[in-house]
């Protein structure tokens, strides 16, 4: 944790932190998957998400206002890519290969909810920030779980009081506990549709305005003291 403050840009540590404090959460993922229709579909299918969200053609050639044209348009806006997180949770693993059956259709469910993190920031209107990224864990906590994402959550929001921003990512939680459940959600059938469209089905309003906190925004190293380099936060 203290490696993720002092560099908020490496990834890998969030997933070692993760790893690190899992308690049989994906499991429990699993096992709600198996009990509806839509999770049994797709843990029988198993489509590959990464595999859509990496054609940026296709992505481009979705209708305007699309949830995959609004996905290609963050990945632009954020400079990353559909691969980022796949290096950073290879590189953040302590795990060995699996070796049966049950582990490898776990090891799909964590790749697939992986893999969804950035189409979850689409459809939550969260940036890419810190600030951004903080209020999509708290989101993700409610809808899994997960405590070493509620860990990293919950330092952010600890580290927000300084800037009033602790409603931001307390609002994460709750629109996360108000929504209809991601993990089930077959996304390759919803990204040509209309994000609006799809935010109604999910259950998910547009999120309060809010001013994006980019790493650049804080002297380097300084994140537990959020010192800011430049502007305030807007109210």
Not at 199 to 220: F, G, S
Request: hydrophobic share 45%; charged share 30%; no cysteine.
């Amino acid at each position: 944790m203290w490696r993720l403050l002092r560099d908020p840009d490496d990834t890998r540590h969030v997933f070692t932190i993760i790893e690190a404090l899992s308690f049989r959460e994906l499991e429990r993922t699993r096992d709600r998957m198996r009990a509806s229709a839509d999770g049994r579909r797709i843990l029988r299918e198993r489509p590959d998400l990464l595999a859509s969200l990496r054609d940026r053609d296709a992505l481009a050639a979705m209708p305007e206002g699309s949830l995959g044209r609004a996905y290609l348009e963050f990945l632009r806006a954020e400079g990353i890519t559909a691969d980022g997180l796949v290096a950073a949770s290879i590189e953040g693993s302590t795990d060995v290969a699996p070796m049966n059956a049950d582990e490898l259709e776990l090891l799909y469910v964590g790749d697939r909810l992986r893999d969804a993190h950035d189409l979850w920031h689409v459809v939550t209107g969260y940036h890419g920030d810190l600030l951004g990224e903080a209020s999509l864990l708290a989101f993700s906590f409610a809808q899994t779980g997960t405590p070493g994402v509620g860990f990293i959550a919950a330092i952010g929001w600890l580290k927000a009081a300084a800037i009033d921003a602790r409603d931001l990512i307390a609002g994460g939680y709750h629109r996360g506990r108000t929504a209809a459940w991601l993990p089930d959600q077959h996304w390759e059938t919803m990204l040509a549709r209309p994000l609006s469209e799809v935010r109604a089905r999910l259950r998910i309003a547009p999120p309060p305005p809010y001013e994006p906190l980019r790493t650049r925004d804080i002297a380097p190293g300084s994140l537990a003291r959020w010192e800011r380099t430049e502007r305030p936060l807007a109210a």
